[in-house]
């Protein structure tokens, strides 16, 4: 059997993508017409996991944790992963400076795992998250509004996978108008963005578009070639029912791998691309239906069915060992592997909103159901140099998970100060993996969930809120763990969930100038999957680990224009407890008291802002302490002599940022950023090789609103 692909086919499509989705909002936007200066635009329902105020956040028993539209203007983020960098609790793996792929850690989890949920308006961005494979998909930060980061109890109301809590990418509303933003930088970078936005004369109903594209030769020539198109459009339907809809598409091919510089081509500052002919090129489409109906004024119903599809194509050259280790960098045959995934999803949730006074005790309560499926296509494709995308299919196999949850959770409001929400989620989910290459049965299996929580805030003073929970939280096993071929047949190992009970007492507040929040937290994580001790199966439920910390965040506005925030997050203890062996009693992955990975014991994050007439400016400095990258904790890399670096403890690193955006008028901005300003050499992460951290880099763009 056979597989084939154009190779020129994703780049050809490209230009091809952009001038249908303007073609459609053209057509769109016909029959409507620009709306008056003083009229609002009607604001298209979506789901906020926190809220868009002040007061929605102080609602939260958990901590919470807005990343506004304003700063993402000032940070000018290459990434949503660096839009994420200054939130306490989070972590950042870096990798390529695009972000290409997700690589988030928070509260001591590490940031290779897929525990945390993340969403764009509600919906589950990753890949998957029952069948693996979720970092594939990083949403772009162009067509963001706002970002929300929850944790604690809080998170119970979605799922799965939120241990270490949720993200939900808020994506721009339409606004009348035309804006044009484009920039240039290093490496060869352009991008360019076409905001675009209409309302109905009678207001009831409005389009938008978000167009943009990058292409760079990227760092250490990793290059990437970006399109992102996002519509939105909705319409009142009546006086208390509101419906939008959202299409998006993106595409990107980045030559990029897993392969990082071997130890003495970093140490001597060798930058190039160590897998110079690797492609991880993905395309992911994806549709929302989201409906608001205020049944009246204490009852209020959201409605919200999507469906996304996504393709990762991986052709990844294969090394020779022996030749790569004599030679000090990776040396390549002609054989090509396509690792080709895939996915498809589509579910529907609703969840009510209810005021109520239960017990005699007001408050409010929140119900929620979801159904989903999840279906992965995974085959590998053995190809060679001469024809690099097609080949023979050497494995062939089906992935696919359905879903069913339902959360209930009441606020009741005991004092004018005092909250108390108990809230449960119940999740319930079948797995199957099927080989389509031979005749044997598919593995199938089963799990229910249930995770309990408790939290409660209380107003001390106007200036000062004190808030705290307990829960449960779990993360599926994935079905290439919890579903193995045994003797050639798929048989269900028996896993449960990844599960943690996760503390939590905080406490936040703003008097004046000055904002704060700070949380403690512990989690007690169990059942981390792990190889098995047993000869039977691969995989065991064996593991279990300690995270407790401190994370906290500040802000203050001087006079004379000046500002000044900060966020640190220090873990402590983030341990394996238990040594984990094999059948033989010999310790594979890790000894107890062994520090997770790529969990480092501090980061921290200083903003200074100056604003004088319409200039802004902002110096951030970014700190990451050592942090190991395996389980058995390898001494630090710079002290191995092995050339073919693979694992080993990551040094300190800090960095700084310089940016600044300047209002020539009310309709034209400038901007510029100088990244890693100090040109801080340093090691990011390591996968097979060191994963070098981007060089000094610079960006200059400009926005005019038409």
Known sequence: MSIS???????????????????????????????????????????????????????????????????????QARSTEEALRAVPGVYIKPEEESAVVANIGIRGL????????????????????????????????????SIEVLKGASSLRYGP??????????????????????????????????????TSKSGDAVVGAVLSTAHSD?????????????????????????LGVKFTHYENDANISYRGLFLNDFKAG????????????????????????????DVKLNTLLYWSQMNRDYWRFAVNSAASTAAGRWVYTDAVQG?????????????????????????????????????????????????????????DQVHSAESYALFLQNRFDMTDRLAITPGVRVERYTQ??????????????????????????????????????????????????????????????????????????????????????VAAFHMDFKNQIVPANSTIFTNDNAGKTIHQGLEGAVAYQFDGGFSADASVTWIPVADVEGDRTNAAGTVITARDGNRVPYVPELVANLGLGYQVGSLKTRLSLNHTSSQYTDLLNTPNITEQNNNNLWVGKVEAYTTADLTARYSVNKRLDVFGSVKNLTDELYVASLRQGIYVGPERSYEVGLRYEF
Do not use: C
Not at 272 to 285: C, G, L, M, V
Not at 367 to 395: C, F, H, W
């Open 110 to 145: 590490s940031a290779n795992d897929n525990k945390t949920l993340i969403l764009e308006d509600g919906v589950p961005v990753a890949a998957s998250l029952f069948l693996g494979n979720g970092r594939y998909y990083n949403p772009r930060i162009q067509r963001m509004e």
């Open 339 to 395: 690792n080709n995934r895939a996915f498809e999803r589509h579910g529907i949730e609703t969840r009510a909103q209810i005021r109520n006074s239960l017990f005699g005790v007001t408050g409010e309560a929140e119900v929620g159901l979801r159904y989903m499926k999840e279906e992965m296509k995974d085959q590998t494709v053995n190809a060679t140099r001469a024809t690099p995308r097609s080949g023979t299919i050497n494995g």
């Open 161 to 198: 996978s939120t241990i270490g809590g949720v993200i939900n990418y808020r994506t721009k509303q339409p606004k009348d108008g035309l804006a044009v933003e484009t920039s240039v930088g290093s490496w060869n970078t352009i991008k360019g963005t076409i905001e675009v936005g209409g």
């Open 5 to 75: 692909r154009n190779q020129a086919s994703l780049p050809a499509r490209r230009p091809l993508v952009l001038a249908v989705a303007m073609a459609s909002f053209g057509m769109m936007t016909t029959s409507l017409q620009a709306a008056e200066a003083t009229q609002t635009m009607l604001v298209l329902p979506q789901i906020n996991v926190i809220g868009t105020s002040e007061e929605d956040v102080y609602k939260q028993p958990g901590a919470a944790t807005i990343v506004t539209a304003a700063q993402l203007e000032m940070i």
């Open 432 to 517: 199957e993996r099927e080989n389509l290459l031979d005749a044997n049965p598919a593995g199938k299996t089963s799990n229910t969930e249930v995770i309990p929580g408790i939290s409660a805030t209380f107003q001390v003073v106007p200036a000062l809120q004190v808030f705290g929970s307990v829960h449960k939280a779990f993360a599926p096993a994935q079905t290439a763990q919890s579903i193995v071929a045994v003797g050639g047949v798929f048989q269900d190992q028996q896993l449960d969930a990844e599960r943690s009970t996760n503390f939590e007492l905080g406490a936040r507040g703003k008097s004046g100038a000055l904002s704060y929040e």
């Open 218 to 242: 990227g760092f250490m020539d990793k290059g990437y070639k970006m399109n992102d198109a996002m519509v939105k459009a909705g319409m009142a339907l009546g006086d208390n029912q509101w």
């Open 270 to 297: 060798r930058q190039y691309n160590p897998a110079p002919d690797d492609y991880f090129e993905t395309e992911r489409k994806s549709f929302d239906i989201n409906h608001q109906w205020d049944i009246n004024d």
